[in-house]
Every structure is written in C-alpha cells, then in structure tokens.
C-alpha cells in the first residue's frame, strides 16, 4: 500500500510491489523479467542492464519458462527479442 499523509487526513491506495525498487528486487527473477517486458519485448542486452544480472543469467531464466515468455527471432536466425506470451 502507499500511503499519503495530508493535515487532517491519511489516504492508502494499492501500488505494485513491481514497481518499488526496493521491493522489486526481493521478487524471484521470473517476476522481475515479466515486470521488465510489461511494455513490450527487449534484448537480453536490456534486461540484464536493467536488472542488473548477467545476459547468461537471464536467458537461463528467459528458456526455463518458455511457457510464459517468447523468443523473437530476427531474419537471420538469431535471437532479436524477448517477450511475453499472451494468454
């Protein structure tokens, strides 16, 4: 919850653990990745960066859950993008 204080008033609302830093980083890898890829697919290069983890890592993580996230291959066969199946 946030919470919001004003001079005769306290008001909460729900927030996504998602998207507070410091409890984002306590979420498992997956959620972190699937969090990443909200907007749209990105390169291994970007998630890593932004998750701050090594590229092995994230494609390990990125392959072990093929039944949530997709691999868009470019024209020349290797890897371009990661993104999230829908459902």
């Not at 960066?49 to 390990?60: F, K, N, S």
């Amino acid at each position: 919850f946030r919470f919001t204080f004003g001079k005769e008033s306290i008001g909460f609302s729900k927030i996504d653990v998602r998207d507070v830093a410091e409890l984002a980083g306590q979420l498992p890898l997956k959620e972190r990745i699937m969090s990443a890829l909200r907007n749209g697919a990105r390169p291994v290069e970007e998630i890593a960066g932004e998750l701050d983890t090594t590229e092995a890592t994230i494609r390990v993580t990125l392959n072990r859950h093929k039944d949530t996230f997709v691999n868009i291959v470019n024209l020349n066969g290797v890897d371009a993008k990661w993104g999230l199946k829908s459902r």
